[in-house]
């Protein structure tokens, strides 16, 4: 109960807030001339829209061809019934200029906006039909796709919070999958902010991704970091931390109930984990650059990825600054501050002290190698290999050598016998012809 009445009071006072702002003007949604001509050629100028990619309370999305290129995209329709609400949508819309201007592999692009039959739509690029959510149904994901997938959301996320962006509702469902590589989705309409103005405008996320400050309407950048621990937490073990019968019970583990670790999250992850779902966003990880960093998966364009968290120990201090061994130089996001107005949650219980280590497990074998010790075991290799052919090709050599040698002497030894008698018949013959001179001359 205590849940619908914040719920009731925040409602009203978005009202409060709409009546001083001047009226959007609009015309009204007409989805039943839409179905009806959505099919039909140039409906939307230079896009033909094909079939059916999924939709949810917000809006339905379908697959498109652009006419002029052949190539794939999506067209989002958003669902606005509330007047005040397509208010807020057009004027997010506005701010669609801005959002394409993120380029980033682990983001859908946005292409462009407009409005048809009075329904908003952004048209993205096409990132596979294929989704987190889908790959889930059949439960936990193995521990290298898990951290594959993962760092990749962080990385795109992380591209939206170097510019100020929020996306408020991370969840499996807006993680496209397309072959081995992810992204991430529907950001088209979170609330543009500067670092001055860090709080929640509109839309609350799903229940179960969604941070404990945003019942309060306090949400920013760190309610995207929790989002993305209950995401990690599902990808190790197929289920979500905090279940329920209602979304009120669901919300309320999320505000005060302790997160529980089945044994298929090894524990560095438990430890990065609860650094990531703190109730307390003073306590939790305040940029995604510590946590890629905690995992040895720099998040910068450019940089490589190492997935290795048994070669070097890593760890979050507790005011969430990252305390690397080796001096790490790759710098994280630019801070974003809370807005003033904000006011301090209760804080929850204190983690232990060592709850954000991430120690190198003794009983557990790095599943990738980092660039000085692959470096090293190629060149043992490669002296390994090189004395085995050296040993193989010795003996082989000698042999060849002997028996090239041996012909050689088996075929002059002929012409040296020949040679030989050749000479000594020589001497023979001239000795001859010596002694018969010498006896004409005697018996002359």
Known sequence: MEYAMEL??????????????????????NWERFYQNYRKPGYIPGYEIGHKLGGGVFGIVYKARKESIGKAYAIKFLKIDDPSVKGQVVRELEQVSLFAQVDHPNLVSIE??????????IVMGYAGEDTLKDRLEDGALCEEDALSIFVQVCRGVQALHDRSLIHFDLKPANVFLKGDIARVGDYGLSKLVSTSRMSLS??????YYMAPEMLERRGDHRSDIYSLGVIFYECLSGEVPFQGDSEWEVLRGHEKGAVRYPGSIPLPYRRILDRMLEKDPEKRVQSLGEVLQALRAPGRLGESIILDLASRSSQVSPQGSASRRNNETTPPPPPMTRTASSAPTAPSDPAPANAAALPSPGSRQSSTDSPQELNQKVGVVSGLLRALVIALLLPIKVLGVGLLRGLQITLRLPMMILSFLGQVTLFALAGFFIFLIIMLILGA
């Open 112 to 121: 462009d906006k407009g409005v048809v039959d009075g329904i908003p739509f």
């Open 8 to 29: 009731g009071r925040e409602a009203g006072g978005s009202n409060e807030a709409n009546q001083g702002r001047d009226p959007v003007p609009f015309e009204s949604l």
């Open 202 to 207: 509109f839309g609350r996320g799903t229940p």
